[in-house]
């Protein structure tokens, strides 16, 4: 099977997934969504206190939130593990 057929399959395969509303699913998208969930567990498993704030920022989140420095806390308690 070709490159071109498997991609096809693969987009139909999809569309069925969404229990028949036709919606189409990016294989892009999906790509790009993947490899942000890796960078973030990446971040969570290996970064630094300063990666890790980052990531807070960039998902949204603001610095002077207390909240935020709840998440700060609790990735340095499982850090130290």
């Known amino acids: ?27 892009e998208l999906l790509r790009e969504k993947r490899e942000l969930i890796d960078d973030y ?3 969570l498993k290996n970064g630094t206190e300063l990666q890790f704030r980052a990531l807070l920022i960039s998902a949204g989140w603001e610095a002077d939130a207390p909240e935020f420095e709840e998440f700060v806390r609790i990735w340095r308690e499982l850090r130290s593990v």
């Open 1 to 27: 099977m070709d490159d071109k057929r498997k991609r096809e399959l693969r987009e139909a395969i999809q569309q069925d997934k969404t229990r028949g509303r036709g919606r189409y699913i990016d294989p």
């Open 41 to 43: 567990l990446w971040i």
